[in-house]
């Protein structure tokens, strides 16, 4: 059996998706997700012109060694653009050895560690009582675990807020400016002081700082988020440099995650090995892939620590069904991100990954279960777009 052709989709349903498909000699073709938010055309031209041609001719059977050959045959390793370019072959790959042998990925991978895998969904607001509205709607739902996000006084944009105006020139970062870290820090436990009120003792409730503090000012915020017992503070400061969260963990002992934005397990080596934290955030396409998260997954679980998978939006319907497989069958995944995709992603991607009751659920197709449709791709061509940027309010640059 061999690759006889692999092409780059990408596509705009709502958002930017960047799709790998493999076809084979024997009819069967895979699927996997090669989307980098804001820098999708990179990964899409690493892989039509520099990893793809590679594929071709080869074994689709022969995944680890495909893998190493788009790693180590490279020279320039690890980053964001390659990892993704070879998680998409990767999954690839995993998809049409499912399909070859009549298996669905969590059989190949081991088989189930759990009936289903816990989600968290989003809880974002304005105002106080808009995300309250949002919190008390998703627990109605059937979520065990939500994400608390609200704008803190005096800001008019946040991450993860809806914007209140579009960019003033569409092609440029949209800038969120006025970021406040004291007005931020005095609101978020009065924040979760209501949550915690509203949503009861069994809850889980998680916040994302995404990147914003000094490690002690994480330090004092997790220490007074303690009495609200979140399940995680997620990506108190950028985590480039591990040794800082050795300054948190001194003065906390809220549990805090990291990762999204990791590539490799050297990303998070030291953070492991030293138990600096407590929730992974990597994910299967920002990874490498089913075979590097494999064994990612296997290294954190001697440090006991545990998966919380990144799923946001711009992880494609395909990168939730290889999470849906691989989080069932990884004994150490604790939890998996969730966020609705847009409405016209159903017109492009097919899948069988369903959340039931606040669960993930891969289904039962052999292979990953999620193929995507080439023409109906075609009605939605690339849009150019930004991730936001963030200035302080003296109009410094700052993390987003
Ligand atoms: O900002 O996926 O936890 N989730 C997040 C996301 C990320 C985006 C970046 O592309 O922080 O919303
Ligand atoms: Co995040």
């Known amino acids: 059996m061999h690759v006889t052709a692999a092409k780059v989709i990408v596509s705009s349903p709502g958002r930017n998706y960047v799709t790998v498909k493999l ?6 073709h895979g699927v996997g997700d090669a989307t ?3 820098r999708e055309l990179a990964v899409a031209a690493y892989l039509e012109k520099h990893a793809l041609p590679l594929v071709i001719g080869r074994d689709p059977a022969d995944i680890e060694d495909i893998w190493q050959m788009l790693y180590k045959g490279a020279y320039w390793r690890r980053g964001p653009v ?4 070879i998680a998409a072959v990767d999954v690839a790959l995993w998809d049409i050895k499912g399909k070859v042998l009549g298996t ?5 991978l081991g088989g189930r560690s759990r009936t289903g895998t816990m989600v968290y969904s989003h809880a974002t607001g304005r105002t106080v009582g808009e995300t309250l509205a949002k919190l008390a709607d998703l627990q109605a739902a059937g979520y065990k675990a939500i994400r608390v996000q609200c704008l803190a006084p005096g800001m008019d944009e946040m991450y993860s807020i809806p914007r209140s105006k579009e960019p003033p020139d569409p092609r440029l970062p949209f800038v969120e400016s006025g970021w406040d870290t004291s007005a931020y820090l005095r609101f978020v436990p009065k924040l979760f002081a209501s949550a915690r009120e509203a949503a009861g003792d069994d809850l889980h409730l998680l916040h994302d700082v995404h990147h914003r ?3 002690i000012e994480a330090g004092d915020l997790g220490r007074r988020l ?3 017992r979140l399940f995680w503070l997620e990506d108190a400061v950028p985590a480039e440099l591990q040794a800082a969260f050795r300054i948190i963990r001194q003065h906390t002992t809220t549990p805090l995650a990291v990762g999204e934005v990791f590539n490799t397990v050297y990303d998070c080596e030291q953070l492991v090995r030293e138990q600096l934290i407590d929730y992974l955030r990597m994910s299967i396409v920002h990874g490498g892939g089913i075979s590097h998260m494999r064994k990612v997954a296997a290294f954190a679980e001697i440090y006991r620590v545990r998966l919380g ?5 711009d992880l494609s319907p395909v990168t939730m069904a290889a999470a849906a497989h691989f989080d069932i069958a990884t004994h150490n995944v604790a939890v998996q991100e969730y966020a609705p995709h847009p409405e016209q992603a159903r017109e492009v991607f097919s899948y069988q990954w369903s959340v039931e009751d606040g669960y993930l659920q891969p289904g039962n197709a052999p292979g990953l279960g999620a193929d995507i449709d080439e023409q109906a791709a075609k009605r939605f061509p690339y849009e150019r777009d930004y991730l936001p940027v963030s200035r302080l309010a003296d109009g410094t640059m700052g993390s987003w």
């Open 309 to 313: 998978p990144h799923g946001a939006a």
């Open 36 to 38: 980098l938010n804001g």
């Open 23 to 28: 076809e084979t000699d024997q009819g069967v």
């Open 82 to 85: 390659t990892m993704a370019a």
């Open 213 to 215: 503090l000094t490690p």
């Open 104 to 108: 669905p990925l969590w059989d190949l």
């Open 226 to 228: 303690e009495e609200f």
